[in-house]
């Protein structure tokens, strides 16, 4: 896999499925993660299941909600 670490990432979809399991690998490789998604319940669930897998303190995680 590339080296995410220090790296932002953006991801569409991020609350659930595969968008949710790409998020949780980013942040295991070090990289700040915000994930966008329509339910601002579920987004927040969904950024702590991120901030978990995080590695560093440097990391930051997000989620925005929004339809695209």
């Known amino acids: 896999m590339k080296d995410f670490k220090d790296?932002?990432?953006?991801?569409?979809?991020?609350?659930?499925?595969?968008?949710?399991?790409?998020?949780?690998?980013?942040?295991?490789?070090?990289?700040?993660?915000?994930?966008?998604?329509?339910?601002?319940?579920?987004?927040?669930?969904?950024v702590k299941q991120i901030q978990s897998c995080g590695m560093s303190k440097a990391q930051t995680f997000a989620g925005r909600s929004m339809d695209v």
């Open 7 to 46: 790296k932002l990432v953006y991801i569409a979809g991020g609350s659930s499925g595969i968008g949710l399991a790409a998020a949780k690998l980013m942040a295991a490789e070090g990289a700040s993660v915000i994930i966008f998604g329509r339910r601002k319940t579920v987004l927040d669930e969904a």
